[in-house]
């Protein structure tokens, strides 16, 4: 079993909409959790950092359950630039763990 | 602020042939990533230096990747013989301190092997 899952995606929604990622994980020593944001043929780079109280950014809302060990990702009012694959990471001491990631498609 | 550096970009080779990676963390970032990427996959750490030393390389394949970091700042990735199953995205990475702190990443290296 894989450390990070992911939704399988991909997702294709209107420009707009509301769309939710879901993550969990398996190691409940794991210290730090945070999605990147990988466009096609880029590198990942931060989205942002999650924490047990939830967090926003803009459009952007994480949350995390560390009793659930589940990770999530809304974005709202979907733009067309937020087409990209978004990585759900946990570290667990040094290293970063990747989801293989779920893809997003917004269309106008 | 230059990002990390990568390159070359692009590498095609032909299977049992050797290929080198070469990468420039940002300046002043003590602590280095080289990360596989395969196609549908997340990342996963080959090995993470701290200035020179390489404190954990525990998932680099030793009979045919080989790294260094000779000067603890640039690094090299070899692999030696090539197998078709090499061909991925390999991509370094780099923090300020212990890694613990925001790692960023180069544009990466899309070998192919054939």
């Known amino acids: 079993r894989k450390e990070v899952e992911q939704d399988p995606g991909p997702f294709n929604v209107p420009e707009g909409a509301t769309v939710a990622f879901n993550c969990t994980y398996s190691?409940?020593?794991?210290?730090?959790f945070f999605w990147y944001r990988q466009d096609c043929r880029k590198e990942p780079k931060l989205l942002m950092s999650?924490?047990?109280s939830g967090n926003e950014d803009g459009r952007f809302t994480a949350q995390l359950n560390r009793a659930s060990q589940y990770i999530s990702l809304l974005i709202r009012d979907s733009k067309l630039s937020d087409s990209a694959t978004y990585l759900c990471?946990?570290?667990?001491?040094?290293?970063?763990?990747f989801g293989k990631g779920t893809s997003l498609l917004v269309t106008p | 602020e230059a990002g990390v550096v990568q390159s070359p970009r692009y590498k095609i080779i032909e299977k049992k042939q050797p290929v080198a990676f070469w990468c420039n963390p940002i300046?002043?970032?003590?602590?280095l990533y080289w990360y596989l990427q395969n196609l549908g996959q997340g990342p996963e750490l080959l090995i993470r230096?701290?200035?020179?030393?390489?404190?954990?390389d525990s998932q680099l394949p030793k009979d045919r990747f080989s790294a260094e970091r000779l000067k603890g700042v640039d690094s090299t990735l070899k692999i030696q013989p090539a197998e078709l199953g090499d061909s991925a995205v390999y991509l370094c990475?780099?923090?300020?301190?212990?890694?613990?702190?925001?790692?960023?990443f180069g544009p990466g290296t899309r070998l192919t092997v054939l």
């Open positions: 990475a780099s923090s300020l301190g212990k890694g613990t702190d925001t790692q960023y």
């Open positions: 990471v946990v570290r667990s001491g040094y290293a970063l763990n």
């Open positions: 190691n409940s020593a794991s210290q730090s």
């Open positions: 999650v924490y047990s």
């Open positions: 230096y701290e200035n020179e030393e390489a404190v954990d």
């Open positions: 300046s002043g970032h003590n602590t």
